[in-house]
């Protein structure tokens, strides 16, 4: 399964970006989705996953209530919506992929897209 991440880009501070996960040549209806974020210098952090039956889970608290995961099965999209951003929101997201439920660690997660750059800046 390979995924691929739409464009990330430059958003100002209280400003939303919605992110998508597609796979290619695959389907996703059995999968569940990760959306990891990178700040330089860290690791990567889960900050939402949604199973393949449709349950989301958003991890950190500093992101809870502001990002949200849906998916499409008529699209075969994943989606992450990021309202009322922040500077500390800036970072490559990516997504990962593994079956069927979601699992907090990233070395549980076996296929990943290419990563893109979200910068909330004013």
């Known amino acids: 399964l390979q995924l691929v991440e739409s464009e990330g880009g430059l958003v100002q501070p209280g400003g939303s970006l919605r992110l998508s996960c597609a796979p290619v040549g695959s389907i996703l209806d059995n999968y569940a989705i990760g959306w990891f974020r990178q700040v330089p210098g860290g690791e990567r952090e889960l900050v939402s996953c949604i199973s393949s039956s449709g349950i989301v889970s958003t991890y950190p608290d500093s992101v809870k209530g502001r990002f949200t995961t849906s998916r499409s099965s008529i699209e075969n999209r994943v989606y992450l919506q990021m309202t009322s951003l922040k500077p500390e929101d800036t970072g490559i997201y990516y997504c990962?992929?593994?079956?069927?439920?979601?699992?907090?660690?990233?070395?549980?997660?076996?296929?990943w897209g290419q990563g893109t750059q979200v910068t909330v800046s004013s």
């Open positions: 990962a992929s593994r079956w069927n439920s979601c699992r907090r660690e990233s070395q549980l997660f076996e296929q």
